[in-house]
C-alpha cells in the first residue's frame, strides 16, 4: 500500500501547491518540503518492507531501542534462523533499490521534487549503510554478514555498486538535472529560503 502510494506520488506530476492568500506561490517555493517528503517516504518504505518481510516469514516484528536509536526489531532467533534474518535485514534496502529501479525504469515525464526525494532517499540509506552505519550492532550489513557466508565489504559492494549505478543513471538523464538544487526562474537556487508570515 505504502509502496503504491510512494510510486503514485513520484510519477505524478506536481501541481501549484501553493499557500494561501489570493497569489499561489510559485511551485518551486515548495520544492524542498516535496523533496524531503519523498525521501521520508523512501525510508518508510525501507521499514516497512522489514516489517512485512518478518511476518512473512512467521515472526514478530516490534519496535525498540538501540542505544537510543528507534529500530525495527525482527522478533526472529537469528542462531535458530539465520536466514530468515538475513531475509529481514536485507528487506529495506533491497526495497528501496526495486522502488528507484521503478522509478528510473517505467517511461514517465516526472523528475519532480517528490520523486527526486524517493531516489535521494534510497541512494542515501545504501550510503549510510556501506559507511558509518556499516558497522552498528544492529546494522542491516552487519546482521546480514552475521546471517551468511557474505562479508561485509562483499555486502557493502553489492548494494553500493547498484546505488552507484543508479546515481550514475540519474547524472545522465535530462529530468533529473541540478539533482539537489531547487529550480528558480532565474535558474537555480541551494538551499532554503523562508519568508515572513503575512499578516
Known amino acids: ?25 510559485p511551485a518551486s517555493d515548495n520544492y524542498w518540503r516535496l523533496f524531503v ?6 525510508i518508510l518504505f525501507h521499514e516497512t518492507a522489514h516489517i512485512v518481510t518478518s ?7 516490534y519496535l525498540g531501542l538501540d542505544h537510543g536509536r528507534p529500530t525495527v526489531f525482527s522478533g526472529i ?7 530468515k534474518q538475513f531475509l529481514f535485514s536485507a528487506a529495506g534496502l533491497i526495497a528501496q533499490t526495486v522502488l528507484n529501479e521503478g522509478i528510473l525504469d517505467i517511461p514517465h515525464t516526472g523528475g519532480g521534487a517528490i520523486e527526486r526525494g524517493i531516489l535521494a532517499g534510497g541512494i542515501g540509506t545504501t550510503l549510510f549503510y556501506v559507511t558509518l552505519g556499516r558497522n552498528g550492532s544492529v546494522s542491516d550489513i552487519s546482521v546480514m554478514a552475521r546471517t551468511s557466508s557474505l562479508s561485509k565489504t562483499q555486502l557493502s ?8 549505478i543508479q546515481a550514475w543513471r540519474i547524472s545522465r538523464e535530462g529530468r533529473y538535472d541540478h539533482f539537489f538544487v531547487r529550480p528558480t526562474e532565474n535558474g537555480a537556487a541551494i538551499g532554503m529560503t523562508f519568508s515572513p508570515p503575512s499578516p
Open 37 to 42: 517528503f519523498g525521501f521520508a517516504g523512501s
Open 77 to 83: 532467533d537469528s542462531r535458530r534462523h539465520p536466514h
Open 157 to 164: 559492494l553489492i548494494f553500493g555498486g547498484a546505488s552507484a
Open 1 to 25: 500500500m505504502i509502496a503504491v502510494a510512494g510510486l503514485t506520488f513520484s510519477l505524478a506530476p506536481v501541481g501549484n501547491l501553493g499557500a494561501q492568500g489570493s497569489t499561489p506561490a
Open 55 to 61: 511476518y512473512a516469514v512467521g515472526a514478530h516484528p
